[in-house]
């Protein structure tokens, strides 16, 4: 059996079902999960990692299926408490996912590193795989609007993604650096990166920003597929189709295709997206038609499973 490893890049809820599927697939020790950190910031004194956090509930089996972010049974007693006394209520912290940032915090205050801190908390919840925040230093993605900038989580939860995108920044990212456990990983046998379906621009955009990432995961000589986050002209969950049109792009699987264009080696796109297969090779890249919806934990590891196969295809060897 192969001790190649396989990078997965991931943003939140879309991006965490792939993951799952792939830590079905794939021996822990050989799954590197590299999740976006540009939506994290500090709330009510404790620092929130909203994807890192999704892939580490999701891997624990954790996560609530019903909101798609959140634990599973989670209680609200903190929230009450701080609506009573007149607090920002905007972003809902659970019970128990207080837990979970509170130790963080403390962790952090100490001096370790973001990346120590997920680990570790990883390695308690009973989670293999390694799960690489990609990078220690803050990054804060900053959604572009006709009225100024807005930090990502004020445009997506308090505003509900109603004001209108123009572009997107990452502030701090020129000083970020990959995180120590993603370049061991990508200084060790690599057999591909995977891109989740995550939202390009706000998901995959900030990992691939941090500086010389883009061009080490390239140096790695190995297959790099993407999953497109688009099926039939939209978005499963999240705003990235609302993002395209503010944008004046098209909202299609084809588009998805032209962001990563001279990164990635394939895309893999749904069947009722198959018809755009040439157009997308035109644009000098494989591509994998397929069921890409992930309805429960069997698609999601049929997804994994062909995106898998797709990379080994397309250089000789991902053996499982």
């Not at 989670?127 to 220690?136: R, T």
């Not at 900038?149 to 997107?168: I, N």
């Amino acid at each position: 059996m192969s001790a190649k490893k396989v990078i997965a890049l991931s943003g939140g809820v879309g991006g965490a079902k792939l993951v799952l599927g792939l830590s079905h697939l794939l021996a822990p020790e050989r799954l590197v999960v590299v999740t976006n950190t540009g939506d994290d910031f500090d709330h009510l004194g404790l620092r929130i990692c909203p994807d890192t956090d999704t892939v580490l509930y999701t891997l624990a089996g954790l996560a609530d299926p019903e909101r798609g972010w959140g634990r599973v049974d989670e209680t609200w007693t903190f929230m009450k408490a701080v609506q009573a006394m007149g607090g920002e209520d905007w972003f809902n912290l659970g019970d128990g996912d207080l837990a979970l940032h509170i130790l963080r915090a403390n962790r952090l205050a100490e001096g370790a590193s973001l990346s120590q801190v997920t680990a570790d908390i990883a390695d308690s919840l009973g989670i293999g795989a390694a799960i690489v925040p990609m990078s220690d230093q803050n990054v804060a993605t900053m959604v572009n609007t006709p009225d100024g900038a807005l930090a990502f989580q004020h445009y997506f939860v308090r505003d509900r993604c109603a004001p209108t995108v123009t572009g997107f920044t990452f502030d701090g990212v020129e000083l970020a650096q990959p995180a120590p456990a993603l370049m061991s990983a990508l200084n060790d046998k690599v057999a591909a990166v995977i891109i989740a379906p995550s939202n390009p621009y706000v998901s995959v955009d900030p990992i691939l920003a941090v500086p010389g990432l883009r061009r080490q995961l390239r140096e790695c000589a190995v297959p790099i597929v993407a999953v497109s986050p688009i099926i039939g002209g939209d978005a499963i969950k999240g705003p990235a189709a609302k993002m395209m049109r503010e944008l004046g792009v098209e909202v299609s699987a084809l588009e998805i295709a032209k962001h990563y264009q001279g990164f990635v080696d394939g895309l893999i796109i749904d069947e009722v997206d198959g018809d755009l297969a040439p157009e997308i090779a035109d644009l000098g890249m494989a591509v994998e038609v397929g069921p890409t919806l992930m309805r429960d934990l069997s698609d999601r590891i049929k997804l994994a499973d062909l995106t898998v196969n797709f990379a080994a295809r397309l250089e000789g060897g991902i053996n499982r």
